[in-house]
C-alpha cells in the first residue's frame, strides 16, 4: 500500500512570503493531521481532519496558517506571512480513525525562512 | 507544559546487547502509547503500540512496557543492531483526543 505523499520535500522562501504544502494521506484513511517539527523537538499538532470536518485546530497560529481538505482526501497547509520562527519540518500524517490505529506519516517538507 | 518527556536525550549501546529507551507522561487520560523511529530526513515509522489495558506489548526484537501508577514506558530493543541507529519518539493520545502528543526524541547509536 502507498504511504503518505507529501510536497514539496524542501522550500526556502523569505519571511513575509506566503507558502503552500500538498499531502495525499494513505487510501481509505478518514483521518489527517498536520504536525510541525521544530529542529530537536517533538512532532506538534496544528490541525486534525476528520475526512473534510476539522477535528482539532486549538494550537493552529489562525491569523497566518491556514488548512483545508475540500474532498475529504488531499490536504493543504498554506502560511501566510511566513516568520522566521516557521522554519521546520511539516508533517502529514493519516490513521484509519478508528480506535487504536497507528498514525502513519509521510516524509515531510523542510521548510526554511530566510 | 511537557506532558510527554524523554529525558535521554542520547544513548550508546554495543550491538548484540540490550538498548532501553524511557518515556515518562503527566496527563493520566493518555489510554494509548505508541513508539516512533525516525532516519534523518524521513518521516516517522511507526514501531510498537501499547494501550492501557495491557502493561507488555512484544513484536520480535521490540518490546514495551507500561507502568501506569508510574505513567512511565519504556521501550527494549534485544538485540541491538546497528540498522537501529535512529531517533525514537515516544507518543501518547487518548480516546477524546486521538492526535498525538511527542516527546523530544532520544537519538540511539549502536555501535558495531
Known amino acids: 500500500e502507498a504511504g503518505v505523499a507529501q510536497s514539496p520535500r524542501y522550500k526556502i522562501i523569505e519571511k513575509r512570503q506566503s507558502v503552500a504544502f500538498w499531502c495525499n494521506p494513505i487510501s481509505g484513511h478518514a483521518t489527517l493531521y498536520w504536525y510541525q517539527q521544530i529542529l530537536g523537538q517533538g512532532p506538534k499538532l ?39 520562527e516557521d522554519s521546520a519540518v511539516y508533517l502529514c500524517a493519516s490513521s484509519s480513525g478508528q480506535g487504536w490505529q497507528p498514525q502513519h506519516f509521510g516524509d515531510g517538507t523542510r521548510l526554511s525562512i530566510l | 507544559d511537557q506532558q510527554v518527556k524523554q529525558n535521554s536525550p542520547s544513548l550508546s549501546v554495543q550491538e548484540g ?12 487520560m493518555f489510554d494509548y502509547f505508541l513508539w516512533y523511529k525516525k532516519y534523518p530526513a524521513e518521516g516517522p515509522t511507526f514501531l510498537i503500540s501499547i494501550s492501557s489495558i495491557k502493561d507488555k506489548n512484544e513484536d520480535g526484537r521490540f518490546t514495551v512496557f507500561l507502568n501506569k501508577s508510574a505513567k512511565h514506558l519504556s521501550l527494549h530493543i534485544v538485540p541491538s543492531q546497528p540498522g537501529d541507529s535512529a531517533v525514537y519518539f515516544c507518543a501518547a493520545s487518548h480516546t477524546g483526543r486521538r492526535a498525538l502528543t511527542f516527546g523530544s526524541g532520544t537519538r540511539l547509536q549502536v555501535q558495531p
Open chain 2, 17 to 28: 546487547r540490550i538498548s532501553i529507551l524511557n518515556c515518562d507522561y503527566t496527563n493520566s
Open chain 1, 46 to 84: 496544528l490541525i486534525q481532519f476528520q475526512n473534510n470536518g476539522v477535528v482539532d485546530d486549538s494550537q493552529l497560529p489562525k491569523d497566518r496558517f491556514s488548512a483545508e481538505r475540500l474532498k475529504g482526501v488531499d490536504s493543504t497547509l498554506k502560511i501566510q506571512p511566513a516568520k522566521l
